[in-house]
């Protein structure tokens, strides 16, 4: 067996951690074997918790949407990695939201406050006054909108009420933001030439005015894939619009996770040169949420987008603190800063955490999110478990010969002999372990 193996596979005497792709001290990088040629020289978010995160049942006081937005403010620093955050303007509660964060924003905030509205020219007239430079208009492009929430039904009729919007957006001096809400369902034969109507409409106005375009996966629907046929391309879709002359700067993409794909079509978009992903930061938003931000953002950076400085991710801990005071905490089990979301329980995990702690880490959960790496302790654990994950929440490593660790190790084992099969989390044995804590940094001091 040795010489079936001794000529395929080679000795080495260090290992190989892949650090091009897995830098100790970062997100995991993109090693490009070929860098995109469409890929934006910029990129960036922009977020609708305000307005999707409410529309999908987050209940908001104007004290908590004023919270929310300073944390976005925090979370993004200097970063430029969330650019704008866009509030609804029908409810008092929300203009209250809105006119906060526009003072914070004329004071220097980092994150520009922007509106929505459906695309009609009595909503444009409302946010004119409003102190806005810019606001999305809802402009449904599929037919199942076109011909089924239109009275007459059709595109002719559809295009034309959304073009009278955007000219009252124009001679209100705002910046229009056209939502093809539901592109991933919507015919090229209007998409395409709905965008270059507005397009010309617009090109007298100047670079002020320059219209965006929000290609809206609505329904989840879209796919990643550039060998898929039209509509459900999103980087296909996504390289239609910049042909027409839609630079990447003024192009978004906003995605529903409904099939579970909001985040790989974000970054498929972003490759085939849409420079702007809209989404929620911890993916609220209607039924399954829309695109989590701060997943987007990872793999953004590991795209080599922010190398001058990166959004704050610390912050996120406060972000899911809040929505746990409403009643919409986080699932345990989410991606990133979910309770269970850097929590081992397998003995044999607990094992390698102790011996190399990147072998069940994805990077330094710690240093990059703030989060302590989790260990939940089982039958299988041993001694070795519980000083890890003493070790993950204060900071000290107790010896192997603390003779209160073994103590305590012998209790938890008597309970697993005796029938017990769910683990021993952290919260359950924290007022066992102090007391140790304290014992070992007494006899430190007397010593």
Known sequence: MTALLSSR??????????????????????????????LPLQAWTTETTHRDGQQGGLPLTVEQGVMLYDLMCAFTGDSGALRQAEFFVYRSSDRAMLEAA??????????????WIRATRKDAELVSILGVRETGMLASASDYHTFYKFKPAGRQGAAHAYLGAVAAVLDAGLRPRLHLEDATRAPREFLLPFVEAVQELCSTYGEAQRPKFRLCDTMG????????????????????????????????FHPHNDTHLAVANCLAAVLAGCAAINGTLLGK????????????????IGMDFFERAQPDFHVLNDLAALYETLGHGVPAKYPLYGKDAHRTRAGIHADGLNKFWPMYAPFDVPKLLGRPLELSLTKDSGLAGLIFLIKSHTGIELPK?????????????????????????????????????????????HS
């Open 102 to 115: 526009l003072a914070r924003f004329q004071d220097g905030t980092p994150v520009e406050p922007t509106t």
């Open 9 to 38: 596979i080679q000795d080495t005497p260090h290992p190989e951690l892949f650090f091009e792709s897995y830098p100790p001290e970062g997100f995991p990088r993109f090693a490009w074997t070929t860098r995109p040629a469409g």
């Open 221 to 252: 629907l879209g796919l990643p894939y550039d060998f898929v046929a039209w509509p459900r391309s999103v980087p296909g879709m996504v390289r239609e619009l910049r042909a027409q002359g839609v630079e990447g700067a003024f192009l978004e």
């Open 401 to 445: 010969t603390h003779v209160g660790l073994h103590a305590l190790n012998a209790e938890l084992a008597v309970e697993f002999d005796a029938g017990r099969q769910t683990a021993v989390e952290w919260e359950e044995i924290a007022t066992r372990v102090y007391p140790l804590i304290n014992a070992q940094a007494s006899e430190a001091e």
């Open 285 to 300: 938003g209607e039924r399954t949420g829309n695109a989590a931000l701060e997943g987007v953002l990872l793999h953004l």
